[in-house]
């Protein structure tokens, strides 16, 4: 087992940062200082403090719903990672805790 810091961060799907989706470029700099692995999945629905619920109907191609990326890291790694971002002038909503880590294999 393996003590870390689990990331989570919201970030708008069409938001983009030197000509790059956010999310994709949180995902490269991640990969670049070390961070080991991480995840981005959209969200199928969602709502926020302006209380609007927002949804992914068929048609649409582009919508108002996060991208949610996930890391799992040293505290020392996430900060740099969170560092970046407010080096960027970001404004992201994130949950950080203390988090454990491990594998189950089969025997």
Do not use: C
Not at 28 to 54: C, M, N, T, W, Y
Not at 79 to 85: D, E, F, H, R, T
């Amino acid at each position: 087992m393996t003590q870390g810091i689990y990331l989570k961060l919201f970030v708008p799907e069409q938001l983009r940062l030197h000509g790059n989706l956010l999310y994709e470029w949180v995902l490269k700099q991640a990969e670049a200082i070390g961070i080991p692995g991480g995840s981005a999945v959209r969200a199928l629905a969602s709502f926020g403090r302006d209380g609007r619920l927002h949804e992914q109907h068929f048609f649409e191609l582009a919508g108002e719903l996060p991208i949610v990326l996930e890391f799992f890291a040293s505290d020392e790694t996430i900060n740099q990672l969170l560092a970046l971002l407010a080096a960027e002038n970001q404004s992201l909503f994130y949950i950080k805790f203390n988090a454990e880590a491990g594998q189950i294999k089969p025997k």
